[in-house]
């Protein structure tokens, strides 16, 4: 049977057509695998666990919980637009919060799973970044402020976001090779699989003289 692997959907009450589409992956192909793996992003923003009651999140959250009722073990990386999930969020959707990178066995194959976007290290404004937010005073401090306030920033930093992705080079926001190499040796030359950048292809490495698959 097929483990299944999907990342940056951005789900949004703006986006009705990809939404459909995972409605529909969710009652069909997916309740018919024993794994679905989320590599982040599943949102467009998540602004905390208190934001489930939202209508749009509502629902994507009920439709996971009746996937996972179905018997498929659903289990969730934080991406860097949803990193907020916490414990609320994992009990409601019936899913299981994952670290990054995780490491499995996938059919005979040692594999790690990753988001991706510390693998982006060129990127080195929004290594900063990334180092500040996921920082747990950050999200102490952030998590305390009211829950329009956080949408208004969170808001915010998407447009900022948006302007700063039109002036960098686009290889800027991709992998780097060294990074990937690395993560590769440190794992003993598994198969990497990741999300974040929006380029669906597979690739080769050859690192230390062994053939790795990305």
């Given at each position: ?24 992956f969710l009652r069909g192909r997916a309740v018919q695998a024993p794994d679905l793996y989320i590599l982040g ?110 949408k208004r920033r969170i808001e915010a930093l998407r447009a900022r976001s948006e302007i700063e992705k039109k ?48």
């Amino acid at each position: 049977m097929a483990v299944l692997f999907i990342s940056d959907l951005h789900l949004s009450s703006s986006r009705p057509g990809i939404n459909q589409v995972f409605f529909q992956f969710l009652r069909g192909r997916a309740v018919q695998a024993p794994d679905l793996y989320i590599l982040g992003d599943l949102f467009e923003y998540w602004a905390g666990d208190d934001d489930i009651g939202d209508p749009f999140n509502a629902k994507v959250v009920a439709a996971l919980a009746e996937c996972a009722r179905g018997g498929t073990r659903i289990l969730v990386m934080h991406g860097n637009r949803d990193f907020l999930f916490g414990p609320a969020f994992a009990q409601a959707s019936g899913a299981q919060l994952v670290g990054d990178p995780v490491v499995l066995d996938l059919f005979g194959k040692k594999t790690v799973l990753t988001h991706g976007d510390a693998l982006c290290t060129d990127d080195r404004e929004y290594q900063a970044f990334r180092a500040e937010v996921r920082s747990e005073s950050w999200k102490r401090a952030f998590l305390a402020q009211p829950l329009p306030e956080r949408k208004r920033r969170i808001e915010a930093l998407r447009a900022r976001s948006e302007i700063e992705k039109k002036r960098k080079p686009a290889e800027i926001m991709d992998v780097n090779t060294g990074a990937v190499e690395s993560l590769l040796r440190a794992h003993d030359y598994p198969r990497l699989i990741h999300g974040h950048t929006h380029r669906p292809a597979r690739h080769e490495h050859r690192v230390d003289g062994r053939v790795c698959e990305r």
